[in-house]
């Protein structure tokens, strides 16, 4: 039973799945003995060829898109890296890595995590953020309702949201940041998705060779004859080629294995989504609107832009009927609101043609942030997460043949994500270095923040100058390029476009973009003409009302830069991780690699510069751990003669005990900086010096209690209680099944410091099945959804700081009424109070304090003497139970070893 579980555990991770690539590369670059740009290509196409897409670098991990189907994401894969105890160093480089790291750093850490996944469009980023989901979705709530919904959400975005541009084939046409919440023992709570600038100018014009969103074409095939007849569709409207927007000479041009799914598919998700499931029917009537509002075309002066409107009208009246019908308004009005808009100017209303673009924007629009609104009514916790983890899958670099204000927005939300990027890798390393009086060469590194400057900046950047232009009522496009081009005339950055004053070209990290000013002040007020507004909300389905219910809101830029700031302000409170995308070829083929295409991605990625800091600098030490949480975590793992010292001695001996290279870290005043590997080798050699002694501890674990494989990370608690100390006046004994307990001559009682609290807090009362058989305890606790145990880090900045918990004075209904064992007292949290450290840290009502820094078997006021007199890190392992609701138990008999069958 222990071996299997041991190779299940440590065997089949190091075993399983093992490719690292061809012998001659390395999966990681800083490892390279050549460093130059010709060497890392050379071996990131060795190990591209071999199908190894995946490479690190420090704490980043390039992937590369193969333009085809990998067997990189199978079940066993999964497995490989969920069970592996250290899967950055054990396994080679992949996505799963990330993952698994990010999940098992918050629990460590308790600090929320975020994964930006970043790259230029068609790199594969959506691909590879829906790689990430699926692993955390597995990992943290496998088999419930919520891990089937959030699966769910990926084919609902990628339909409503993506579209084939010239450079992907399933391009995210809008920003995407999903967090996921977790509970304090890693359990996923919710998920919140917040969208950002929609792609709105794809519904109504695409380029040649381009599509639009794909479900259009979607639900224009799938729609079966019943709906059709339910939705009372004319004949051919099954035809997809028979509609404009869809930008199709024949429905062949369209590669139906390309889209995120067939209709069949997309409604079996909308089933999954709650607040979905009913308004299938509801959703496909707005998006057979909007395809017919496609058909539309006008007749009269109206049409070809006469100063006289009276007479503008729809060409051909059937079509006008067919989308009248299915958004459940009049022919005639709808006609009116479409043809002719109404502007008040100074008192005076004036008519002035109109352009069937509004209607078909504003309808799409409205419905796509209606499925994200009810996607996370169905995902959000009620009761919140303590902690997240956020993926980033926000639009890529973006340089077509005509670039608009849509552009300008993407590259500049891609500039801010690599401002982010070079800030945790370089700018933030610098100042700690400096902070911590480390004499460490400069590091070089490409600084984008002149360009942020001249996009961004009040009063004078490109977009306020945009946002108010837009106030003056004579503004246009041409007025404005002309203020941005006297602003900013002379900056680096900036350039001017000779031959075509409304155009400028600016210099962004991955190269220069030429922007075309024409209709930028349009889309930044995004003008929704009121008529026909009216007519949406007077509408005889109730579906078509909430869709255009009046929500307030600014401008299309300050909204933006405001979601933006809001985004960049989430990231920096986390633990950031980073996978940068790139596309080996311009064509979107496999097995294709263009080293120009390459080199620049590389380059203007940041990723040479990392590198190049990394080993040429020797300025590669990612993590960074304050004094005593390096040594309380990782004490155990170095020869006794090496431990016992405080501050800067006791790390220095730590790691000399650990055999850490000297060149692999620095000292600093407050904190150890460890090179690249270094800290993932240490946690290795932590879980590997806990199965080392496998055979005692798994099967100690087992008897307390913990899930083998869920509870990897906490069997160093087993370990300890193997090891502590026998209590004064107690003796070690064995019982039947080979687990350890206590037995006091004197008063014939017996006692298991950690069973106890398992078993009475699961049961609130002796049952000798609980005692005997752990495995029927373990389902008692799994069926009522409560955790074994967590780690809780609770940190103390001084001696003076309050605590910010109470415990229970006595416990009459949990130790006493099991073991009717007078004066212990068990370390029961009574309250917690709001804000104080002991909320902060995770700490909830009903938690039992099992071990503080690993001595366990202490009572509460041993506890709280621990955490008032010292300051720092205190690592405490705590039985996550329910609040103790009543103290008026019935008395119980007392246990004893005989009562049991035990020998005393």
């Not at 490479?55 to 990189?72: D, E, F, H, Q």
């Not at 993407?410 to 480390?438: C, D, L, P, W």
């Not at 590389?602 to 751990?625: E, H, M, N, Y």
């Amino acid at each position: 039973m222990v071996g299997a579980v041991q190779a299940v555990l440590f065997l089949w991770a190091k075993m399983a799945h093992k490719d690292w690539g061809p012998r001659d590369t390395e999966s990681e670059l800083t490892r390279l003995k050549s460093i130059t740009d010709k060497a890392l290509l050379q071996n990131v196409e060795k190990r591209y060829r071999a199908g190894n897409i995946y490479t690190r670098s420090g704490r980043i991990v390039l992937a590369v898109n193969p333009y085809k189907k990998l067997p990189l994401y199978t079940e066993e894969t999964l497995q490989a890296y969920k069970a592996s105890l250290a899967p950055q160093v054990e396994l080679p480089p992949h996505v799963y890595a990330v993952a698994s790291s990010a999940h098992s750093g918050m629990l460590r850490t308790s600090t929320s995590q975020s994964v930006i996944i970043s790259g230029e469009s068609g790199a594969g980023k959506t691909e590879t953020a829906k790689i990430l989901l699926e692993y955390l979705a597995e990992v943290s709530c496998s088999g419930s309702d919520l891990h089937t919904r959030v699966l769910k959400t990926n084919p609902i975005m990628e339909s409503f949201g993506c579209a084939k541009t010239i450079w992907n084939n399933n391009s995210s046409r809008f920003g995407k940041f999903l967090t996921l919440q977790f509970s304090p023992t890693g359990r996923m709570q919710g998920a919140f998705m917040k969208t950002y600038l929609l792609e709105k100018s794809r519904i109504t014009s695409q380029l040649a060779n381009e599509q639009n969103y794909h479900v259009f074409y979607t639900v224009a095939k799938g729609l079966s004859p019943s709906q059709r007849a339910e939705l009372q569709l004319p004949k051919g409207s099954d035809a997809v080629e028979a509609f404009k927007l869809l930008n199709l000479r024949k429905a062949s041009d369209v590669d139906w294995s390309e889209l995120p799914c067939d209709f069949a598919e997309l409604s079996a998700a909308f089933a999954v989504i709650p607040s979905l499931a009913g308004c299938q029917l509801s959703v496909w009537k707005v998006i057979m609107a909007v395809l017919y509002l496609g058909n539309l075309d006008f007749a009269g002066k109206g049409a070809v832009g006469d100063s006289t409107v009276a007479d503008a009208k729809i060409a051909d009246p059937s079509t006008t009927a067919v989308i009248a019908r299915l958004l459940s308004i009049q022919p005639t009005e709808l006609e009116n609101a479409i043809c002719i808009q109404n502007i008040n100017a100074g008192g005076e209303w004036i008519k002035s043609p109109n352009s069937i673009a509004y209607a078909s924007d504003a309808l799409y629009s409205k419905l796509f942030d209606w499925v994200v609104e009810m996607i996370n009514s169905s995902l959000i916790s009620g009761e919140g997460g303590r902690y997240f983890i956020g993926a980033v899958d926000i639009f890529g670099f973006e340089c077509f043949p005509t670039n608009s204000l849509e552009q300008l927005c993407i590259n500049f939300a891609n500039e801010r994500m690599q401002h982010m990027f070079t800030e945790a890798v370089f700018e933030s390393v610098i100042a700690e270095y400096q902070k911590e009086g480390i004499d460490v060469a400069d590091i070089t590194f490409e600084d984008n923040t002149p360009l942020l400057e001249l996009i961004d900046k009040p009063a004078t950047g490109i977009l306020s100058l945009l946002a108010e232009e837009c106030f003056f009522p004579n503004g246009t496009d041409a007025s404005f390029a002309q203020k941005i081009k006297l602003a900013h005339a002379r900056h680096p950055c900036f350039a001017e476009v000779k031959l075509d004053r409304t155009a400028f070209t600016l210099s962004h990290f991955p190269g220069k973009v030429t922007y075309q000013s024409a209709g930028f002040l349009e889309k930044n007020k995004d003008p929704l003409p009121q008529d026909l507004v009216v007519l949406m909300r007077f509408s005889d389905d109730d579906f078509v009302k909430t869709l255009f219910e009046e929500k307030k809101g600014a401008g299309v830029i300050d909204s933006f830069r405001v979601s933006l700031n809001e985004l960049v302000k989430t990231l920096s409170a986390t633990k950031t991780h980073f996978i940068r995308c790139v596309k080996p070829n311009m064509d979107k083929k496999a097995m294709s690699w263009d080293e120009d295409v390459m080199q620049r991605q590389l380059r203007t990625s940041g990723v040479v510069q990392a590198v190049k800091a990394v080993q040429a600098t020797r300025k590669g030490f990612p993590d960074i751990l304050p004094f005593a949480e390096l040594l309380s975590r990782f004490e155990q793992v170095v020869p006794k003669a090496a431990i016992g010292k405080a501050g800067a001695e006791g790390v220095r001996a730590l790691l000399k005990g650990a055999e850490v290279p000297e060149t692999d870290y620095r000292v600093g005043k407050t904190k150890v900086f460890l090179g690249v590997g270094v800290l993932d080798r240490l946690e290795q050699r932590r879980m590997e010096y806990i199965a080392s002694k496998v055979s005692d501890i798994l099967g100690y674990a087992e008897y307390i209690g913990m899930d083998i494989k869920e509870d990897a990370h906490l069997l160093w608690i087993a370990d300890e209680a193997l090891q502590a100390p026998e209590p004064q006046g107690w003796e070690q004994r064995l019982d039947p099944k080979g687990g350890v307990y206590y037995y006091h001559g004197v008063t014939g009682m017996f006692y298991h410091s950690m069973k106890a609290q398992y078993e009475a807090q699961a049961t609130v009362g002796p049952k000798l099945s609980n005692v005997l058989s752990p495995t029927a305890h373990l389902d008692t606790m799994k069926r009522g959804q409560m955790p074994a145990l967590r780690e809780v880090k609770f940190i103390k900045d001084s001696v003076e700081s309050k605590m910010g918990f109470i415990f229970h004075r006595t416990d009459d209904a949990f130790d006493k009424s099991f073991f009717n064992v007078e004066g212990s007292v068990q370390p029961i949290i009574k309250t917690v109070k709001p804000g104080g450290l002991a909320e902060s840290s995770g700490l909830v009502p009903g938690d039992v304090v099992l071990s503080v820094n690993g001595i366990s078997g202490l009572n509460n006021f041993q506890v709280v003497e621990m955490l008032r007199q010292g300051k720092g890190v205190f690592n405490l392992v705590v039985f996550s139970g329910q609040p103790i609701v009543s103290l008026g138990q019935p008395v119980r008999q007392p246990i004893t070893a005989e009562s049991l069958g035990l020998d005393p």
